[in-house]
């Protein structure tokens, strides 16, 4: 006998009008109003396939951002340590900031924080409570995945014996640099990294084969403005904890709630909104010609019928 599938789990569906009209997301620039309406329909389309995704899917990915985002302490610590003595050192130590960034976003691996714009427009395209469901249940798996990620990776800094004494000075100093910051100055300085990061993402459909060099020049300006990032930053501060400079306590606040919050500010209800705002009357003009254009074939069909 066949086995049923009484037991399976249904795949999560975004509400969206295209799956009610059964079409898919318009992405052709030609075809729309505006630039804007192509890149806002392009992100809103990927952003309906990661609301999607299979929870362990979703969960793999982001445990795999997470350590990958080590290597921006990696290139950072070992650039800190040999550029201490060059003018300006500090300027070519925030570059290995990028790197963590470039390994995630070119292996297509889950970032907490490129959802904050990615998988935040379907749900203002049509904001359901199954939408924001959806939006919901992704952010806490792939926030959960960030972490566990950068607490691998940092855990693994700490207590294999890799680095040598001045490479895990770098690791502290930097950490330290995080922690100087008070509550309110972390909230505030994520708005603007998760600001950053989502013009970045806003960016990549137009990038084409540039797409590295955004990433580069966005991340490593977040790295020259001493912003706070709650995934490169989790790594930073966990290693603290791991090599018995921090309470655990301290990782959760004052560093991780403010930075969480603001990075959510910074991308969603900044970014987000104002890149949707730009957009909502080109997409009633471009419904309304749409509904124009539906509106005529029936005629056309009797016309031609009558004929």
């Not at 809103?44 to 990958?68: F, Q, V």
């Not at 470039?102 to 395209?125: D, G, H, K, S, Y």
């Not at 890799?162 to 008070?182: H, L, Q």
């Amino acid at each position: 006998m066949a086995p049923t599938d009484s037991h399976t789990e249904a795949k999560p569906e975004v509400d969206s009008e295209e799956k009610i009209q059964g079409r898919e997301i318009e992405v052709d620039e030609d075809r729309l109003p505006s630039r804007a309406m192509a890149i806002h329909e392009h992100i809103r389309m990927d952003g309906e396939k990661e609301l999607e995704r299979d929870a362990m899917a979703l969960l793999w990915s982001a445990i795999a951002a997470g350590l990958s985002m080590g290597a921006s302490l990696l290139a950072k610590g070992i650039f800190h340590v040999q550029l201490a003595d060059i003018p300006g050192g500090m300027v070519l130590e925030n570059l290995g900031y990028t790197f963590g960034f470039i390994i995630v976003i070119m292996a297509r691996q889950q970032l907490f924080t490129e959802n904050t714009v990615t998988a935040v427009l379907p749900v203002m395209q049509k904001p359901s409570g199954g939408n924001l469901v959806l939006l919901l249940r992704l952010w806490g798996v792939v926030l959960l995945g960030n972490l566990i990620g950068t607490g691998l990776a940092a855990a693994a800094f700490e207590f294999m014996p890799i680095f040598d004494d001045a490479t895990r000075a770098a690791f502290v100093s930097i950490g330290k640099k995080v922690m100087e910051n008070p509550p309110l100055e972390m909230f505030s300085n994520a708005i603007i990294s998760g600001w950053l990061i989502a013009t970045m993402v806003w960016m990549f459909p137009a990038a084409g084969a540039a797409k590295i060099v955004v990433i580069i020049l966005m991340t490593w300006l977040i790295a020259l403005a001493d912003t706070t990032h709650i995934v490169v930053g989790s790594v930073e501060i966990l290693y603290l904890v791991f090599n018995g400079d921090l309470h655990w306590s301290a990782f959760i606040w004052p560093f991780a709630l403010p930075t969480l919050a603001g990075n959510i500010v910074g991308g969603t209800f900044i970014f987000a909104l104002l890149s949707h705002a730009q957009i909502r009357n080109d997409m009633s003009n471009e419904r309304k010609a749409r509904n124009r254009a539906q509106a005529k074939k029936p005629s056309i069909t009797g016309d031609s019928a009558s004929s």
